[in-house]
DNA sequence: TTGAAAGCGCTAACAC
DNA sequence: GTGTTAGCGCTTTCAA
């Protein structure tokens, strides 16, 4: 039913050869007449004939495609990451493949596994198990967010230490000096790398830094935990400044202070990582750090096209953050 | 360098056929003995072999890969519909290849003939160009969210028009009789039902429609044009509550009513399509219309794989939302 | 100017 | 039980 370029070339009456060069754009380099070529492209929007890019890929050894695997792509940091990854992949005539790991170490393995017998040219990706290194060796690979201590290989970060750092900081210039930290049980580095910045900042500040003020919240209990964890931190030990590991905690601590603390609302301010919408015109203010994420797509995609294209392997690359100040 | 089924072949001693069969977990139906599979096994293990999925698809005419077409998929809406596509795909060892159309039209149909010359077996499409009949003929197609209004194609649908009038209606017995719309420029035939059910659940509770009273926003300059339409709603015309076509307008509106017009949190309430969580903690109360995300996805994909494997082609079906009352 | 033919890596009907 | 071979749709070298 389908055609392909064996009818095209039928119908045209001329070989394969002829059909294939006229439809990669070579028909004038190959000096073929131009009444040929007319001829063939009118047959091919005649049938609406599209080259079969499976045949084309295995012939060529190349797909034109980048596998993108991330934790969670309704993310909308993953996902803005996304958009960006796939406008910068379209101008230099690439297509992006999403791939979900739904934050499971052995599907991500299985995904990029498939990825690549499906023979893409390189992958971006956003990894669970940031302490294995590189298993896909001979493919171009490019890590970001979640980038292993000792990474050996190509990557874009950011500098989670030093901006948590500056936002702890900004509460301590505004008088804060009690400053409590609502963390994750995580090992991932950033998250670590965002309690040394929090604490270096303290010590740099000449306070001490006291570990009942650092409180990790469980995840899949969320509301509730931050809600004991203020409690402790404002009420117990007398914090008034809360930097929060990442938005969505904040998000919920705003939320908490409202409900269960708002005669504290005035005295109270926080900071965390991550911006968010709602943070306009919340109150307590939330100073947060903001990641430039056009900037890290585009970084990505550019070192994977320099693995891909001339093999050049970049270590790495970190990239630095904004802060909004409320 | 790459090792093909070939080579496997060699090294184990045997003809491709035989490494093809045990590789397709064929080996006993075709009475391979089990010595041949497991020397096979050992020797794709040793030698990380990967088929080629190209080659495979190629040759078996389907590439068990699914093209799933949004406008923008760091919307975190069309991201937890990927999110949960792709969670359904894997159950039928389908991979989703997405794509982003940017709003566009004409990227859009780029994308899909993109897809389809990679001969994806399916598309689960929200289209920016509903108006069009489908130009994919042929190809096992499933629209959901953007639906022409005479969509003879197979889609998932909600019910835009009865949620609307739900909430409008839930406004209207809480006391308010001036209810105002906030809205959109659009085509789109969901913005239009929306329209159409706040306009009938006032007609049906014996009051007039005013023109005056549906505002549209220009999408480009949201904040101030929202504020600019509270301004005319609330201060002009009186009204007390409102009806927002989304919940990117609901959010704004909620802020512009705390920074201009604090006075009235406490008189007005707001109500909007589709959630967000920051509802849950902002004033004034904003009541939402909720679209059951993971029986879109699941529905979806159902839908098209009854196309794919069964060519049985279902037409459309509507599914409910639910009301968060706050 | 154009075409024949080999090859990309895999599947599967058919033969032995 | 296993192998031969044609074929999937395209690219590209080499020959004419």
Known sequence: MKVSIRKIAELAGVSKTTVSFVLNNRGDEKNISSATQEKILAIVKDHNYKPNQLARSLSLGKTNTIGFVVPDISDPFYGKIAKHIDSCAEERFFKVMIANSHEDKNKESELINNLISRQIDGIILASTQVFESNKYKGVPLVYFDRISPNQKDSFIDINNQYSTEQITKLLIKRGHSKIGFISLTSYLPNIQDR?????????????????????????????????KALKTLLCTNNCTGIVFVNNVLAAEGVWALNTYFSELIEKVEFAC??????????????????????????????????????????????????????
Do not use: W
């Open 273 to 326: 990582f991550d911006n968010l919408d709602l943070f306009d015109y919340s109150l307590p203010k939330v100073t947060s750090v903001v990641q430039p994420i056009e900037d890290i797509a585009k970084n990505c995609l550019e070192m994977l096209c320099d693995q891909i294209d001339n093999s050049i392997i970049h270590k790495g690359k970190v990239l630095k953050t904004t802060i909004i100040e409320r």
């Open 195 to 227: 309690i040394t910045g929090y604490k270096n900042a303290l010590i740099d500040s000449g306070f001490v830094t006291d570990e009942n003020n650092i409180i990790d919240i469980d995840y899949n209990n969320k509301k509730e935990s931050v809600v």
